[in-house]
């Protein structure tokens, strides 16, 4: 039993033990010990089957029961209007008991809005945010936090209101949950495929187009084809624009992207193929053929959200390779088998289906049976409401009348009185109130129910009893006779066929707006390419003034390196800092303190500045001969040689107006500022521009 359980040799007889699950199967431990058979055979087969569960989809819905959740929870929320993904995630974790991660739930949320090229055909939810690409797989996405969501018009289509009271909804400890399965008009797993792997199984179904799905079952209604004659479908993912062809050998298809050749030594890829690489993994395997002894020696990425454009330079001629091997070498070409469609049907049991005929077959027989179970359903409710509207419409005329009276009389009395002139009791949905019980305590048995079955009547409103009240009864009334004689003569395939009219006109005019949103999308990639083609206009210089009193801005201009025997740095070298004093070049600089600097300055003459370490007490100091200046131990700058004149003190603010004519600056102008304003390490120090 151990090695049926784990065993890679046993893989066949697993899978055979599997399907024959009995749903309800559980273990007895009150017997004290278990035996490895009762383990494997009663434990150990729940633990496989919920991972079958999760990982293969079924037949009639296309879903897993994470995605079946958030269906269940956005249909009973009717989630129309945007909402975040990561509040989605909050309401399907309350309403439907959801045991797993959260994580888990919103990659669930985003992989069903998904609706780039090879994910959905119809995408059940929309992409209202970055939902991811098919540059990445869709791993691209934003978080839940940032995207939001709704329902996709077309879900209401394909899952139809009128089926959700047939469903078998699950119980949860004590909680309705969603159903066992969805009862879609068109088989939902032959639009969006599957993948999965479980333990013993695994599954792989392609997309097909859903027109075609929509048509096939229009001709089986109107008996028009048969299963054995019925048109072969071939997968199809929507805004694919390379060919999906039949293999020439075994069951299954081939998958080609797109190229052209532009000339001798230029390719333009135009679509990868789907069920492959995804564009960013393909452009890593692109760069690879450019190192040694590859032939690729360019690569251009013109792509979009929705479309794939590489242009390859190549070093060899176009022309020596055939269209053939160019597929071979670019590895345009991927296989997609059709041999392993494994599906839970709608009795919950694992089988594996041979072609796309055997499932839009049962499909058919389990749908045709819901289309009558829905045709008796509404029956039973257009009667029951056009009975209610008649019984309305017959005691308000009778009040109104005053042939019977309400006013001033027991409620019993009326009650029994509303039974003996037979008016129809409808007690669902009816509440009695504490009221009624204990108005009711010396009735007969059946006062109760009486009292519930004639709430509607009595519970009225007494604007009811207007003219206006009463013509609006028999109108609605009128309607609702009129269309449940329509019901009536209609069968239960003019049903179906009326649905799938309706998801055909509604799926054709979304891929409308879909195709005029990629060709803006183009159009704009496009235009962008443009722009960025153009040469840009020459900038205009700036004026470089000339009058020596003023701090001027010269154009940077190239280095040009001179030997100086003199040792002192040129003044092509000197740099300036944010206050523009002159330094010395980096390169002569030794650290020896907080105004670690060694500088030499000609002999002409220069306006310096005497700063302590607080900068609030700068001196100007005026010299003729040559001066060194260095950091003393007490962080003050000093000069070694005396100067000739000493000028009175300044303030930092006066300083910026030394050499120019404007006014001080505010006095808001913050005295206070650190050793590192004239610290050349700055990057502002960096600049080329000499100081007039």
Not at 199 to 222: A, C, D, M, Y
Not at 320 to 348: C, P, Q, R, Y
Not at 490 to 506: G, K
């Amino acid at each position: 039993m151990i090695e049926l359980a784990f065993s890679k040799k046993k893989v066949e007889d697993r899978k055979k033990w599997l399907t024959e699950f009995v749903p309800g199967t559980f273990i007895d431990y009150k017997g004290g010990s278990v035996s490895y058979s009762d383990f494997v055979n009663k434990e150990l087969i729940l633990f496989s089957n919920a991972d079958n569960l999760r990982s293969i989809p079924s037949l009639m819905d296309g879903l897993k029961p994470g995605q079946r959740k958030i269906m269940y929870c956005c249909f009973k929320k009717n989630i129309v209007k945007e909402i975040k993904v990561g509040q989605l995630v909050g309401i399907v974790g309350q309403m439907s008991a959801y045991h797993h991660g959260e994580a888990s739930l919103s990659a669930t949320i985003v992989n069903l809005a998904q609706d780039f090229v090879g994910s959905n055909n119809i995408n059940l939810l929309l992409p209202i945010g970055q939902f991811g690409t098919r540059h990445m797989a869709g791993k691209d996405s934003a978080s839940a936090r940032y995207i939001f969501t709704a329902l996709n018009p077309l879900s209401r289509l394909v899952f139809h209101k009128d089926d959700d009271q047939l469903l078998k909804y699950l119980d949860d400890d004590g909680m309705v949950v969603e159903p066992e399965w969805y009862s879609p008009i068109i088989p939902m797993v032959l639009v969006n495929g599957a993948d999965g792997i479980g333990t013993g199984w695994s599954t792989n179904v392609p997309n097909f187009h859903p027109l075609q799905l929509i048509e096939v079952l229009k001709r089986l209604l109107l008996k028009e084809s048969s299963f054995d004659d019925m048109e072969v479908l071939h997968p199809f993912y929507r805004g694919f624009v390379g060919e999906i062809i039949p293999a020439s050998k075994g069951q299954g298809y081939e998958i080609y992207g797109a190229f052209e050749i532009i000339d001798s030594h230029t390719l333009r890829i135009s679509e990868l193929p789907v069920r492959g690489k995804p564009t960013e993994a393909y452009k890593v395997f692109l760069e690879e053929l450019m190192g040694e002894g590859g032939f690729i020696t360019d690569i251009c990425s013109h792509h979009t959200d929705v479309s794939v454009e590489f242009l390859l330079t190549t070093s060899c001629n176009t022309a020596d390779k055939s269209e053939a091997e160019w597929i071979k070498v670019l590895k345009l070409k991927t296989t997609l088998a059709m041999s392993n469609m494994v599906l839970f049907d709608s009795h919950g049991q694992l089988r594996k289906y041979e072609s796309v005929v055997d499932v839009i077959s049962e499909f058919y027989g389990v749908r045709m049976y819901m289309y009558h179970q829905r045709k008796e359903h509404l029956i039973r409710e257009l009667s029951s409401q056009v009975l209610k509207l008649n019984n309305k419409v017959r005691f308000i005329k009778a009040v109104v009348s005053e042939k019977f009276r309400i006013n001033n009389r027991k409620k019993a009395d009326i009650l029994q009185d509303l039974k003996a002139l037979k008016y129809d009791m409808f007690p669902k949905g009816a509440q009695i109130s504490p009221d009624d019980h204990a108005s009711n305590d010396d009735d007969d048995a059946g006062g109760n129910d009486l009292a519930a079955g004639y709430d509607y009547l009595l519970s009225m409103k007494l604007w009811s009893l207007s003219l206006e009240m009463i013509r609006k009864l028999e109108e609605e009334c009128k309607q609702m006779q009129t269309k449940l004689d329509e019901l009536m003569d209609t069968t239960p395939e003019q049903l179906w066929l009326d649905d799938l009219e309706a998801l055909r006109s509604a799926y054709e005019e979304d891929e409308v707006r879909r195709l005029d949103e990629m060709k803006n999308i183009s159009g704009a990639a496009s235009a962008k390419r443009k722009i960025a083609a153009k040469p840009k206009k020459n900038v205009k210089k700036p004026k470089i003034a000339k009058d020596e009193d003023e701090c001027s801005l010269k154009a940077p201009a190239k280095k040009v390196k001179k030997e100086d025997k003199s040792g002192v740095a040129p003044k092509s070298e000197m740099k300036k800092d944010e206050f523009g004093f002159m330094a010395a070049a980096k390169k002569d600089v030794k650290s020896s303190g907080p105004f670690s600097a060694f500088t030499e300055l000609s002999g002409q003459k220069q306006n310096m500045l005497r700063l302590s370490n607080d900068g609030k007490k700068p001196t100007r100091v005026k010299t003729q001969k040559r001066i060194i200046v260095e950091s003393s131990s007490e962080g003050e700058m000093e000069v070694i040689e005396s100067p000739v004149t000493k000028q009175p003190q300044r303030n930092i603010k006066d300083f910026f107006s030394i050499k120019s004519n404007k006014k001080p600056m505010d006095s808001s102008f913050d005295e206070s500022f650190d050793e590192d304003v004239l610290d050349d390490d700055d990057d502002t120090a960096d600049e080329e521009d000499d100081w007039e």
